[in-house]
């Protein structure tokens, strides 16, 4: 059993994925350091992660987040940016987690629209989403419909 | 120093258990590389879809697809180690299933292990050993004839055994219960260099196995240390004269017991169960002791007997003797009484490992225990074949040792 | 704010939306951040030491695989301090912390249990579904008030 003393305690780390077509991860990235102070950045497959104080961190983001907020999305992530225990390098492939965002991403386009449609329709305009866990009930018409198909 | 062996893991919850460390440790210890196959997300949807188990868990579902991938050669690997969490029903059928593709449409070797918190890196040495030898040793185990003077020695947890060969032939044997394990080789050793008419300075190469055989190998110098998973199945097939074509091997050990399936020599998939001592030759010993006979007279004793006449209520070594003794004590006769007894570690045995390897015929026996014909017979009734028992099975590890250490004769 | 249980726990958009509109997602990675940060025995990648599905014994008895207790250890504690839950029901995707089908349902079974104010979805799957999507998380947030 070997000791463990973790590096950097106390801070956090965040990514932060760009879904857009004007902006690109690296555009992004360039952005984060010009405008970085005293946290650390790397780029990854999809966008950056970012590492420090809490506050630098979020700072930071709320900056880069101006550049296009609807196509900026952010998550926490546990391990430090590049960390070897999870760092596809180190292991032949991606770590399970990334296929989970790799999934999300292709769902981003649609959240970018809902998050600039919001902003100009009423949310009286806006159906809500079918509830999926409930079954619907049978449109009464369709009902109707039904019983007279089966009359000879 | 050679690269390592690169190890493809298939898993459903070893990070969560708290096991991953100890599997990368096992597999480091013999110069094995534990990786995870890496593929896009639309070819696990795709490999997932076409492999056609609909389970629910989504590492399972990623295992599935990183298999298909290993069997289609779309990525490389030198061996798989497939493990998912003990008492889980769903992963229980992906890890046989995978098992069976892989071993089927690859050449690949394949451990399976089902984990629990408990699992340590020493639970897991002899089967990433295991792996790593048939990945990297393909041409020492391609080995089916003696050569020169050699002498093996199995360091097993009950017995130790000593074997030595000239010329293809057995020529000296020696066997005693383990007490102290150093002790209990050298006595062995003595007693087969004498009936061989051998000194120790004629002998060209050695090998060990067995738990002892780290220590046993370095005391006495060993050109082969080597576990007893690939040196059973060389040493059966050779005393058996099946080291062509398909054959399986059951060993029911002392502490453990193995089940491989063997391919022309050379293990595919096995199992290796230590957790019940009921299933052990322990419990047969535990047996005869209770009867008043020789562990040597339980075997035709039971063969007089019928297990049915006896009602057994646990396979546990301490419930299940408890049964056997009421069953004694009601009227039932010794005889049935020792068939019931093999037939309670077989069914275990059948039950518990057998389920997780191909069998296919030749069914070999190995080991102390089979010489037990009792217990053999409940085997062979079990799985509806004949079962094989090889002249000297009783000294398998010794046996596989001395023939592959010939291969060390000409590297001297 | 409302300290958000996400499922997935994994969700990048999740995570966003929740802490967009000002509140706390609870999330693997709060989990996660904290063992790699605690000082211990070493237990690679995660650091979820064989102690951690002991820990799960709360929330799943012994017959249960460890792989479910050692995940129920993470999420357990974020289950009894979350305040509402937004939870995506054809997640089928999401792999690692969440790639165990008994854990998952183990989970969505607390949080239903527990009785707080709740979301669920399934993924968008177009823009219109985008749409509505956002503004369902948007107006079940803004609802739990102390929010952006």
Known sequence: MTDYVPMRPGTVTRYVVVESLTITPSELAIRAYEISQGVMIKETCFGLAINGEEQAVDSLIAKLRTMEPDHIFVKDRGFLPGDPRRCRANHGGARPGFHGIEFETAVLPYISHGLTEIRSRPYSDIPLPESPPETKKLDVYKLKKIIEAQEP | ?412 | MAKVFIYPATSLILSDLVARYGHTPLSSAIAIRERVQTAGIESAPLQITPEEPKKGLKWAAVEVPSGVRGRMSLYGPMIEECEAAIVINDADLAFGCMGCARTNELIKFLVREKGVPRLDLDYPKSEEEGVQFVAAIKRFLDGLGGGR
């Open chain 2, 1 to 412: 120093m050679t690269p390592p062996v690169r190890i493809a893991q298939l898993s459903c919850g070893p990070e969560y258990s708290g096991v991953q460390q100890e599997i990368n440790e096992a597999a480091k210890s013999v110069n094995g590389e534990i990786f995870f196959p890496d593929i896009a997300l639309k070819d696990i949807i795709k490999d997932f879809n076409e492999f056609g188990l609909d389970v629910r868990s989504p590492d399972l579902k990623l295992a599935i697809a990183r298999a298909k991938a290993l069997v289609e050669g779309r990525i490389d690997a030198d061996a798989v180690f497939i493990a998912t969490c003990f008492r889980c029903a769903e992963a229980a059928i992906v890890r046989n299933e995978l098992r069976r593709y892989i071993h089927t449409h690859s050449k690949l070797p394949v451990v399976s292990y089902s984990f629990t918190e408990r699992t340590t890196a020493g639970t897991l040495l002899t089967r990433m050993e295991a792996l790593t030898t048939i990945a990297r040793r393909r041409a020492l185990l391609a080995r089916e004839v003696q050569e020169g003077i050699t002498l093996g020695v199995d360091s097993g947890s009950s017995t130790t055994k000593a074997i030595v060969m000239k010329d293809n032939q057995i020529i000296g044997t020696g066997w005693q219960p383990t007490t102290e394990v150093l002790q209990s080789a050298r006595d062995v050793i003595a007693h087969a260099l004498t009936e061989a008419r051998i000194k120790r300075e004629e002998i060209d190469a050695v090998g060990t196995t067995g738990y002892g055989r780290f220590l046993v190998g370095r005391d006495i110098n060993a050109d082969l240390i080597q576990e007893e998973l690939t040196v059973n199945s060389k040493g059966a097939v050779y005393l058996a004269d099946r080291q062509h074509g398909p054959a399986t091997v059951i060993d029911i050990g002392g502490m453990d017991n193995k089940a491989i399936s063997v391919q022309d020599g050379i293990p595919g998939t096995f199992t290796m169960g230590g957790i019940c001592a009921g299933a052990s030759g322990r419990f047969l010993e535990m047996t005869s002791k209770r009867l008043g006979v020789d562990i040597t007279e339980l075997g035709p004793l039971a063969m007089k007997g019928f297990s049915r006449n006896v009602p057994m209520n646990s396979y546990c070594i301490v419930f299940g003797t408890q049964s056997l003794v009421n069953a004694l004590a009601a009227g039932s006769s010794r005889e049935d009484v020792a068939a019931a007894a093999c037939h309670s570690v077989a069914e275990q045995v059948f039950e518990q490992q057998l389920q997780e390897v191909d069998i296919k015929e030749p069914v070999i026996m190995v080991g102390g225990t089979s010489l037990i014909e009792g217990l053999v017979h409940a085997m062979g009734e079990l799985l509806q074949t004949k079962i094989m028992v090889p002249k000297h099975s009783q000294y398998i590890g010794a046996v596989g040792s001395a023939l592959l250490a010939s291969g060390f004769i000409r590297e001297r």
